[in-house]
């Protein structure tokens, strides 16, 4: 499908890509691995043509679709409503259908020898296939699936999209690049704005999608649901390996283990031979092993050893014990504009808790943060325990800082009996390394000044930690990084959180806000959902089982009268045959639907055992012409189940009706 060849690109004196290359098939699912820096999103930009590269560098098929999610919003708000905008997905489609339209007019009143009539009928061919990939008639259950898939709700689809806030515009970013169906999808952090419910969805709907994908994000658990193989950018240089993101992590050990072993193997045939060289080249009885095995090394390709992003480690300062009871909510409840966010919450914090607060965006996890912290008022009463010594990070605070300061200062005088050394460890940790920590804060970006502030606050001795959303600008290296000086901490954490793979390893207790209401579970994250998982499992079996329970109405019997029974048979036997009439030929079409299925689900497996032979993309014009082919085979195949699928729902619509 897509071919990156002999790729480099050089910033300065930093080299971002080494003559990298790689290949993209069709359903491959790609996770883009590596630490921030290293060119994920610019190797992303590249692929889809928003940055330049030299001719020949990106090869792809014709037929082949890019559609790119960046990190940052390009979208401009008008007024359109959010389903026109969303709409606007279908708008190539919607115009071939207008075309196609206007055509069909103009031939039903042209001539039949009229010239033109040729070209009109040429290009509603060229049309009928264009639109077959779309079905135009379906389009708004389309959007509605998608858009409610993402959180919204159907109130939603008549607001003007310049009422919704940065994260919900970027939901509708990714609704639209989902209702275009590409050949390619490419998503830099697209869970970035989304709550768990979303999250889930989101996994399902893309384990499911018809086309390849690649993903850059920073959540493990994320990744490894939906990716089955891994790029990775190091230092320049692009490696591929087979299997999601902890697969990669288990095969990249191992690689460089055996690159290790194979390198001391070399290293010490290599010093053999220099020591023979050096014993005996002064002797001309050995002249021509010597000169033999300076060749011998001329020839040798050395191995090089890959260079290992270095490890950091961190731990939080300590601080005094709190009180067994860290933090008491009793009743609290909080109205905006008249409206409830929740009411009655009530549950106390022990100390060593480590508690993560879900629910779905917009259900007030922020605000019961805000609240838990002092920071907002609200009805009810928040205790603190005894000798409770509090921080709070919150998404917004890197507005606060104060931008004359630089890195290195900021976080330092906010430590307590720490060094420099140590200091700076941790800004190495929120990927702050060298001189970067003696820039001033005013010229960072904003998902630096973020990482600043997170640095700022955990460097500050506390027993209870409350943090909202702390991992959105951190990779992963770095999530693991705090990740286990979190698991460490001997105190108290309050976190929301989106990102399962970051919580799910240290938090003990869950506390879901939905139905402005709020529910605390035992366990990690993974325990909260298989808890409601079971749950709701359990009322949709108390939902059937009262149906069918409930009191069937009275069925009024009719008056029994004579009646022949040969002619009751005759009667059945001719509505029998009625029916055996009109379901005939619907079996007929299912049976060769299933026929004509099967002859192309092997000629789509022949075709992809084709295009996973490296030596096509050297023969660009078979390469293109068994692209083009494979596209064919895959739109009749969707026509074929279709046809299959209405056949199968015909016979049991009249089989039933029997």
Avoid at 218 to 243: A, I, M, N
Avoid at 415 to 443: E, H, P, Y
Wanted: aromatic fraction near 6%.
């Amino acid at each position: 499908m897509l071919t990156i060849s002999s790729l480099s690109l050089q910033h300065g004196p930093k080299h971002l890509f080494r003559d990298i290359a790689a290949q993209i098939h069709v359903n491959d699912r790609i996770g883009l691995a590596g630490v921030n820096g290293t060119g994920k999103s610019t190797l992303m930009k590249i692929i889809c043509k928003e940055i330049e590269t030299d001719p020949g560098v990106i090869s792809r098929a014709s037929w082949f679709t890019v559609a790119y999610l960046p990190q940052e919003i390009t979208i401009e708000l008008g007024s359109r409503t959010l389903y026109e905008e969303a709409e606007r997905a279908f708008d190539e489609a919607l115009q071939h259908q207008r075309e196609f339209e206007e055509i069909s007019q103009r031939m039903a009143g042209i001539d039949q020898h009229d010239p033109e009539l040729d070209a009109l009928i040429e290009r509603q061919g060229e049309l009928q296939h264009l639109l077959e990939g779309h079905d135009v008639f379906r389009i708004r259950p389309q959007i509605e699936r998608i858009l409610f898939g993402l959180g919204f709700v159907k109130a939603d689809l008549d607001r003007e999209v310049k009422e919704f806030s940065g994260g919900w515009i970027m939901r509708l970013l990714l609704a639209k690049l989902l209702l275009r169906q590409p050949a390619l999808l490419l998503l830099d952090e697209p869970t970035n704005h989304l709550d768990l419910d979303s999250l889930t969805w989101m996994e399902e709907f893309l384990q499911q999608y018809q086309g390849a994908m690649m993903i850059i994000s920073h959540d493990r658990s994320f990744l490894d649901r939906v990716t089955t193989k891994t790029w990775e950018l190091s230092l320049g240089r692009l490696t591929v390996y087979k299997g999601n993101y902890s697969k990669y992590l288990e095969e990249k050990v191992l690689r460089m283990e055996m690159e290790r072993a194979s390198y001391d193997n070399q290293q010490a045939m290599i010093k053999q031979t220099e020591q023979f060289i050096t014993r005996f080249k002064a002797k001309s009885t050995k002249a021509k092993q010597v000169q033999s095995r300076v060749k011998q090394l001329d020839k040798i390709e050395r191995i090089e050893l890959s260079e290992s992003e270095r490890t950091i480690h961190f731990a939080f300062p300590p601080a005094a014990a709190s009180g067994r009871d860290v933090l008491e909510l009793n009743g609290v409840s909080k109205q905006f504009d008249g409206r409830t966010i929740f009411k009655d919450v009530s549950f106390t914090l022990r100390r060593g808790d480590k508690l993560a607060v879900v629910g779905v965006n917009g259900a007030g996890k922020t605000t019961l943060m805000k609240i838990m912290a002092g920071l907002e008022p609200a009805e009810g009463t928040v205790r603190r325990g005894h000798n409770v010594v509090m921080t709070y990070f919150g998404q917004h605070q890197a507005q606060e800082l104060d931008g004359q300061y630089s890195i290195l200062d900021t976080v330092y005088h906010n430590a307590q009996d720490m060094t420099i050394t140590k200091v700076r460890s941790l800004l190495g940790a929120f990927l702050f390394t060298g001189d970067d920590v003696d820039k001033k804060v005013q010229v960072l970006s904003g998902g630096e000044k973020s990482r600043v502030a997170l640095a700022k606050m955990l460097i500050k001795p506390a027993n209870l930690m409350m943090l909202d959303e702390p991992t959105n600008h951190l990779d992963i290296a770095s999530q693991e990084v705090l990740q286990e000086a979190m698991a460490q901490y001997e105190g108290t954490i309050v976190v929301v959180s989106h990102n399962r793979s970051f919580v799910n390893s240290f938090v003990n207790k869950v506390l879901e806000i939905r139905d402005q209401q709020a529910f605390l579970h035992d366990g990690n994250i993974d325990d909260y959902l298989e808890t409601r998982k079971r749950r709701e499992e359990e009322a949709a079996g108390s939902l059937r089982n009262a149906k069918a329970a409930a009191p069937k109405p009275a069925v009024v019997q009719p008056v029994a009268v004579s009646v022949d029974r040969k002619e009751d048979r005759k009667q059945r036997g001719q509505q029998r045959e009625q029916v055996n009439a009109q379901v005939k030929p619907w079996k007929k079409k299912a049976v060769d639907a299933e026929k004509e299925i099967e002859r192309l689900e092997t000629q789509k497996i022949e075709l992809e055992s084709q295009m996973a032979d490296p030596a096509l993309y050297a023969n660009q014009q078979q390469w293109t012409k068994t692209s083009k082919e494979y596209g064919e085979v895959k739109q009749l195949l969707e026509r074929q189940y279709a046809a299959w699928e209405e056949a199968q729902g015909k016979i049991e619509e009249l089989e039933k009706g029997e």
